[in-house]
Protein backbone atom coordinates (compact mmCIF):
# COMPACT_ATOMS: atom_id res chain seq x y z
CA UNK A 1 0.00 0.00 0.00
CA UNK A 2 1.08 3.40 -0.71
CA UNK A 3 1.91 5.30 2.65
CA UNK A 4 3.40 8.24 4.16
CA UNK A 5 4.73 8.35 7.63
CA UNK A 6 5.84 11.13 9.78
CA UNK A 7 7.33 9.80 13.27
CA UNK A 8 7.23 12.82 15.18
CA UNK A 9 3.73 14.33 15.60
CA UNK A 10 4.90 17.07 17.72
CA UNK A 11 8.56 18.77 17.89
CA UNK A 12 9.83 21.38 19.67
CA UNK A 13 13.66 23.22 19.05
CA UNK A 14 15.02 26.25 20.14
CA UNK A 15 15.68 29.26 18.27
CA UNK A 16 18.90 28.78 16.45
CA UNK A 17 18.41 25.27 17.01
CA UNK A 18 18.71 22.74 13.78
CA UNK A 19 15.90 20.63 12.76
CA UNK A 20 15.44 17.40 11.31
CA UNK A 21 11.90 16.51 10.28
CA UNK A 22 11.53 12.69 9.33
CA UNK A 23 9.41 11.29 6.80
CA UNK A 24 9.37 7.76 5.36
CA UNK A 25 7.30 6.31 2.19
CA UNK A 26 6.02 3.03 1.00
CA UNK A 27 5.28 3.63 -3.26
CA UNK A 28 5.63 1.57 -6.03
CA UNK A 29 7.88 2.86 -8.22
CA UNK A 30 10.32 6.25 -7.13
CA UNK A 31 7.68 8.68 -6.50
CA UNK A 32 8.08 12.27 -6.79
CA UNK A 33 8.36 13.72 -3.05
CA UNK A 34 7.77 17.01 -1.53
CA UNK A 35 7.51 19.25 1.51
CA UNK A 36 5.03 21.77 2.42
CA UNK A 37 4.37 23.70 5.39
CA UNK A 38 1.03 25.40 6.98
CA UNK A 39 0.91 28.20 8.62
CA UNK A 40 -2.41 28.35 11.09
CA UNK A 41 -5.23 29.80 8.63
CA UNK A 42 -2.86 29.33 5.90
CA UNK A 43 -2.90 27.12 2.82
CA UNK A 44 -0.25 25.11 2.26
CA UNK A 45 3.14 26.22 0.87
CA UNK A 46 5.27 24.10 -1.08
CA UNK A 47 8.93 24.36 0.61
CA UNK A 48 10.98 21.88 -1.62
CA UNK A 49 10.48 19.03 -4.28
CA UNK A 50 12.17 16.22 -5.79
CA UNK A 51 11.91 14.80 -8.95
CA UNK A 52 15.53 13.62 -10.08
CA UNK A 53 18.84 14.50 -10.07
CA UNK A 54 20.87 14.98 -7.01
CA UNK A 55 19.62 13.28 -3.96
CA UNK A 56 20.16 16.66 -1.75
CA UNK A 57 17.50 19.33 -2.59
CA UNK A 58 17.30 23.08 -1.38
CA UNK A 59 14.25 24.40 -0.58
CA UNK A 60 12.91 27.89 0.08
CA UNK A 61 13.48 29.66 3.94
CA UNK A 62 17.01 28.08 4.03
CA UNK A 63 15.38 24.35 3.81
CA UNK A 64 16.86 21.61 2.39
CA UNK A 65 15.68 17.89 2.02
CA UNK A 66 17.70 14.56 1.05
CA UNK A 67 16.62 11.64 -0.53
CA UNK A 68 17.73 8.60 0.26
CA UNK A 69 16.02 5.40 -2.10
CA UNK A 70 17.91 2.82 -0.20
CA UNK A 71 15.74 4.04 3.03
CA UNK A 72 12.44 5.47 1.26
CA UNK A 73 13.12 8.63 3.07
CA UNK A 74 13.01 12.02 2.48
CA UNK A 75 13.90 13.86 5.61
CA UNK A 76 13.69 17.70 5.35
CA UNK A 77 16.66 19.82 7.53
CA UNK A 78 17.55 23.02 8.28
CA UNK A 79 20.83 24.10 10.04
CA UNK A 80 19.20 27.49 12.37
CA UNK A 81 15.48 27.46 13.17
CA UNK A 82 13.93 30.93 13.45
CA UNK A 83 10.76 31.51 15.24
CA UNK A 84 9.02 32.19 12.51
CA UNK A 85 9.21 28.79 10.98
CA UNK A 86 6.93 27.15 14.20
CA UNK A 87 4.32 25.31 11.71
CA UNK A 88 2.90 22.10 10.35
CA UNK A 89 5.05 20.40 7.90
CA UNK A 90 3.62 17.82 5.89
CA UNK A 91 5.72 15.62 3.48
CA UNK A 92 3.90 14.11 0.54
CA UNK A 93 4.75 11.66 -2.29
CA UNK A 94 2.81 11.58 -5.82
CA UNK A 95 3.28 9.55 -8.89
CA UNK A 96 5.97 10.74 -11.18
CA UNK A 97 4.57 13.69 -14.08
CA UNK A 98 3.47 16.07 -11.42
CA UNK A 99 1.29 16.71 -8.60
CA UNK A 100 -1.68 14.63 -9.45
CA UNK A 101 -2.93 12.34 -6.46
CA UNK A 102 -0.37 13.20 -3.67
CA UNK A 103 -0.35 11.27 -0.44
CA UNK A 104 0.21 13.44 2.47
CA UNK A 105 1.90 12.10 5.91
CA UNK A 106 -0.26 13.13 9.01
CA UNK A 107 2.27 15.83 9.51
CA UNK A 108 4.93 16.89 12.14
CA UNK A 109 3.83 20.41 14.33
CA UNK A 110 6.90 22.30 15.04
CA UNK A 111 6.92 24.88 18.32
CA UNK A 112 9.88 26.98 18.70
CA UNK A 113 11.18 28.48 22.01
CA UNK A 114 12.98 31.89 22.10
CA UNK B 1 3.56 31.92 -6.53
CA UNK B 2 0.45 31.82 -7.91
CA UNK B 3 -2.45 32.77 -5.44
CA UNK B 4 -5.77 29.94 -4.50
CA UNK B 5 -8.22 31.42 -2.80
CA UNK B 6 -10.99 29.35 -0.86
CA UNK B 7 -14.18 30.81 0.48
CA UNK B 8 -15.27 30.93 2.95
CA UNK B 9 -12.25 30.02 5.84
CA UNK B 10 -15.11 28.78 8.06
CA UNK B 11 -18.63 27.72 8.36
CA UNK B 12 -21.02 26.69 10.61
CA UNK B 13 -24.15 24.84 9.16
CA UNK B 14 -26.87 22.80 10.70
CA UNK B 15 -27.24 19.12 10.07
CA UNK B 16 -29.37 18.53 6.36
CA UNK B 17 -28.53 21.39 4.87
CA UNK B 18 -25.86 21.82 2.02
CA UNK B 19 -22.58 24.14 1.96
CA UNK B 20 -20.72 25.35 -1.08
CA UNK B 21 -17.51 25.86 -0.81
CA UNK B 22 -15.47 27.94 -3.56
CA UNK B 23 -12.22 27.56 -5.02
CA UNK B 24 -10.83 30.43 -7.32
CA UNK B 25 -6.99 30.37 -8.55
CA UNK B 26 -6.91 34.11 -9.24
CA UNK B 27 -3.70 34.59 -11.56
CA UNK B 28 -3.69 31.45 -13.34
CA UNK B 29 -5.69 29.17 -15.51
CA UNK B 30 -5.81 25.41 -13.50
CA UNK B 31 -6.99 22.87 -15.67
CA UNK B 32 -7.21 20.30 -12.76
CA UNK B 33 -8.15 21.50 -9.22
CA UNK B 34 -8.04 18.39 -6.24
CA UNK B 35 -10.23 18.31 -3.32
CA UNK B 36 -8.82 17.09 -0.08
CA UNK B 37 -10.64 16.59 3.42
CA UNK B 38 -8.24 16.74 6.71
CA UNK B 39 -9.36 14.44 9.91
CA UNK B 40 -8.11 16.99 13.21
CA UNK B 41 -4.39 15.56 13.59
CA UNK B 42 -4.65 13.16 10.67
CA UNK B 43 -3.22 13.56 7.27
CA UNK B 44 -5.00 15.04 4.20
CA UNK B 45 -6.76 12.88 2.35
CA UNK B 46 -7.68 12.96 -1.93
CA UNK B 47 -11.04 13.28 -2.37
CA UNK B 48 -11.40 13.83 -5.69
CA UNK B 49 -9.91 15.23 -8.77
CA UNK B 50 -11.57 17.62 -11.25
CA UNK B 51 -10.78 18.69 -14.99
CA UNK B 52 -12.59 21.41 -16.14
CA UNK B 53 -15.54 21.11 -17.94
CA UNK B 54 -15.39 17.11 -16.96
CA UNK B 55 -17.20 15.14 -14.28
CA UNK B 56 -15.20 14.71 -11.16
CA UNK B 57 -13.04 11.89 -10.25
CA UNK B 58 -13.90 10.89 -7.09
CA UNK B 59 -11.35 8.81 -4.84
CA UNK B 60 -12.60 5.07 -3.42
CA UNK B 61 -15.31 5.51 -0.39
CA UNK B 62 -15.97 8.90 -0.89
CA UNK B 63 -19.47 9.34 -2.15
CA UNK B 64 -20.20 11.57 -4.81
CA UNK B 65 -24.00 12.45 -4.38
CA UNK B 66 -22.50 13.70 -0.89
CA UNK B 67 -19.47 15.79 -2.31
CA UNK B 68 -20.83 17.60 -5.57
CA UNK B 69 -17.90 18.95 -7.07
CA UNK B 70 -18.35 21.19 -10.40
CA UNK B 71 -15.68 22.65 -11.86
CA UNK B 72 -17.77 24.74 -14.74
CA UNK B 73 -14.33 27.23 -15.43
CA UNK B 74 -10.48 27.15 -15.58
CA UNK B 75 -10.77 29.67 -12.47
CA UNK B 76 -13.28 27.88 -10.08
CA UNK B 77 -14.08 24.34 -8.96
CA UNK B 78 -17.27 24.66 -5.98
CA UNK B 79 -17.39 21.49 -3.41
CA UNK B 80 -20.85 21.56 -2.18
CA UNK B 81 -21.18 19.06 1.04
CA UNK B 82 -24.83 17.78 0.57
CA UNK B 83 -27.03 16.96 3.55
CA UNK B 84 -24.46 17.58 5.97
CA UNK B 85 -24.27 15.55 9.24
CA UNK B 86 -21.98 16.42 12.35
CA UNK B 87 -19.44 13.67 11.19
CA UNK B 88 -18.76 15.76 7.65
CA UNK B 89 -17.18 18.37 10.04
CA UNK B 90 -13.63 18.78 8.58
CA UNK B 91 -11.39 20.87 6.99
CA UNK B 92 -11.62 20.68 3.67
CA UNK B 93 -8.40 22.50 1.11
CA UNK B 94 -8.63 22.52 -2.42
CA UNK B 95 -5.40 22.93 -4.73
CA UNK B 96 -4.93 24.11 -8.57
CA UNK B 97 -2.89 22.67 -11.14
CA UNK B 98 -2.19 24.64 -14.57
CA UNK B 99 -1.23 23.76 -17.73
CA UNK B 100 2.15 21.78 -18.46
CA UNK B 101 4.08 18.89 -17.38
CA UNK B 102 5.17 19.25 -13.28
CA UNK B 103 3.30 22.45 -13.20
CA UNK B 104 3.40 22.94 -9.75
CA UNK B 105 -0.08 22.70 -7.71
CA UNK B 106 -0.94 25.81 -5.41
CA UNK B 107 -3.66 25.46 -2.05
CA UNK B 108 -6.02 27.57 -1.28
CA UNK B 109 -5.79 28.06 2.74
CA UNK B 110 -8.90 25.71 3.18
CA UNK B 111 -12.59 25.66 4.95
CA UNK B 112 -12.87 24.46 8.53
CA UNK B 113 -16.70 23.19 7.87
CA UNK B 114 -18.72 22.07 11.61
CA UNK B 115 -21.47 21.18 10.94
CA UNK B 116 -23.73 20.84 14.45
Known amino acids: AQSVTQPDIHITVSEGASLELRCNYS??????LFWYVQSPGQGLQLLLK??????LVQGIKGFEAEFKRSQSSFNLRKPSVHWSDAAEYFC????????????FGAGTRLAVHP | GAVVSQHPSRVICKSGTSVKIECRSL??????MFWYRQFPKQSLMLMAT?????????EQGVEKDKFLINHASLTLSTLTVTSAHPEDSSFYIC????????????FGQGTRLTVV
Open chain 1, 92 to 103: AVGPRGGYNKLI
Open chain 2, 95 to 106: SALGQGSNTEAF
Open chain 1, 50 to 55: YFSGDT
Open chain 1, 27 to 32: YGATPY
Open chain 2, 27 to 32: DFQATT
Open chain 2, 50 to 58: SNEGSKATY
